[in-house]
């Protein structure tokens, strides 16, 4: 009997229309709840139209002028694009288990809405509209300069043509453009998002999932802010190469401490090191002292930090482990993932037991979280879509700080190292050895954070 | 330091402003809303104008003629009764140090919601409107026969003339009603239901508080259903007097097990013996093998149902307990519900995690839940409405169902005992023993679900 998370109480397949005019944020919506899902263990896809469109609209110039309703050729592109994006959606709802799948495209008149709708009803699929409306002009222009200017559409063209070419293209979905309407589309269920979240409409909203998705949409903000990452200083335990427990820091885990706050500046750079943080740690000591030094008012505690339980491992070395416990040992190697310790956790439950935190990350602004190595590999995936079988694998080295800045299609990351060496706590798969001692400038373990990830 | 669940996160003080004619369902929802944030520990209260105005206009006939708009002495009770009510609220703010005051009035009028805005604005307390708007005429009929004829203003009188009175009262407020609009209103922060939540709008949910607020509402029904709650079957833990551990059940544990499934019958009834439940247990073995023999085809475990983990006292006896952590042994008795085990967890750590698991449960229908002793303590407390002091000491005997039926405005609750005996597993304040065996048809512990609250 498999364990269940909130998320698996139904049986019920998904798919969410976008809907809207260009430049009103669908795809980081659609984009930020496929990774959202994903992190959760729910089989979840995007399929936007527009690269279909530009995998078979190769021979024609794609301008304002091909969205014009009136142009022939662009139109027969544009229906085969979405064409094909359905027939692959529906395809992969069958053959590949899908349960949430994410048509982005414009969706913006009625009658289109009905194909997708009669396609849905065909397949037992329950469709889920979610419109962004916005008439704002600040936000969409700002849209425009942010994102648009960097489309495949507009590769080699300058930022100015770029800018007027889309407005143009606008104008013309404009012309045929339905909103979601209470009463027209009372019948249907749908999201309706005004100017970002100032206004959200809910309309029949029946099952588990869409609310999840409804929830979690809500909580989304597009101020520009920062997260840090830390795992607390190297602490006794890490010394001794115990897992879990509630040690101190070792005196090289206090001297990270002490210098992280000049990290901290660093990472922010002068003209923000007024920057205030909140300041996020475990309920274990180590993440505690680790904080202690930082000029931050509010610290929290949160109980769903804490380290991964190991259960009846707690405080055992590996090589302990792999000598009373042979089988589990292997058994955790063979699926770190799923791998439960004997009254404790896997990352699976660490995934859940985050997930209130994940949603509060999306609501707040600047926050530095101080925690463990594993519930610090579970944050650092959802940030970075890590797959789950590479997560428990990544390296975090100690007395390293992580920077992320999340932007629209992409989550910058830096790490800033302390320069204050560190024991390894990176056991490669099939071995109880730790790996050597971390200078702290450099990891010679597995490094799953690569510079190509700097701008994903 | 305190440890902070995820609803501390701010320092925000609100006022839900009830908006609706009468019949509309606000006072279950602002009751429920109280109850729910009360549970996670967020002071809150509801302010019942009715019941300040039942208290006022004791010399006045109140029929449906006293709340015409043009009836002077109605409205100055009225207006009294209002402003008794608020200023109460006000003195709760700033004296008890409230977090969420509901006013559960109609406050139908703009110009009333104008004053009670500028009235929370004095005050630095955010003002958020919750209108439940209804035009289905059976949903309301439903309401009136259900709950209105119960109403205090219609103690002595028939059920004839208190719905038809009280649907002539409702006609009166028809006349002066504003309901809350996307375009007027658009400056408020305001959730408007419609028809139950068959359509949502929310305008201006800013606060992690008043998100939390939304999401709750979201996931009410009003179907009828019941919930059943069961601990495991006596383990062989129980048997010894040690705490935590995954054993398996005593040759009586399972004697439960295979009872249990006629308990439920019996608790179904004969015309209901054919209702589909769903089966939720722990991950630990002494749930699971309770729910073997119970014919439901849908059951799932649920980590966030394990039972409290007792940390470094996993697998000890009370009396270990005492021996080993004198000073812990004292301080759990001390405040039992902030008492954290050693490595281990707290009563507020529990409601932490079930937190989602309550949601699940409000969305739901029929429920059968076979879980621990902490973990039930905590969800009956919900149910119930138990407050935390209590709730740790609280007897749920062994080998006994447990079922509650949410109505309106109580929770009915029944017990049906196995009559397999088992040990006690309560423990009183200041004490290692355990209760003497129960009989599984009587209970010498302290019992607090008593009769008297059959009817709460």
Redesign the interface.
Known sequence: ????S?S??ENVRVCVVMVGLPARGKSLIAQKIVRYLSWLSINSKCFNVGSYRREIATDTVVDAEFFDPKNEVGMNYRQEAITRATTDMMKWFSDDNGVVGILDATNSTRDRRDKILKLCRENSIEPMFLESFCDDQDLIMQNILDVKTTSPDYLNRNNEFAAEDFLKRIKFYEQVYETMD?KAD?DLTFIKLVNV?????????ES?LE?RI??YV??LHIKPRSIWLSRHGESEYNLTGQIG??SNLSERGWRYAKRLPELVLKSLGEENKHTNLTVWTS?LKRT?QTSSFLPYKR??????LDEL?AGEC?GMTYEEIEKTFPEDFKARDDDKYEYRY??G?SYR?IV??L???IM?LE??ENILIITHQAVLRCLYAYFMNVPQEESPWMSIPLHTLIKLEPRAYSTLVSRIKADIPAVSTYKEKGTSQLGELETGTASKSRDLIRDSELAK
Chains 1, 2 share one sequence.
Do not use: C, F
């Open positions: 009997m498999p364990v269940y909130i698996h109480v209470q009372a979240n100032s206004q959200i409409i809910l309309n029949r909203i588990y609310s409804v929830y809500m909580n427990g509630d309920t505690q610290k929290l505690q949160w109980k769903a339980d707690d004997r009254g956790e439950d859940i037991r997930e209130p935190i509060e609501r707040q």
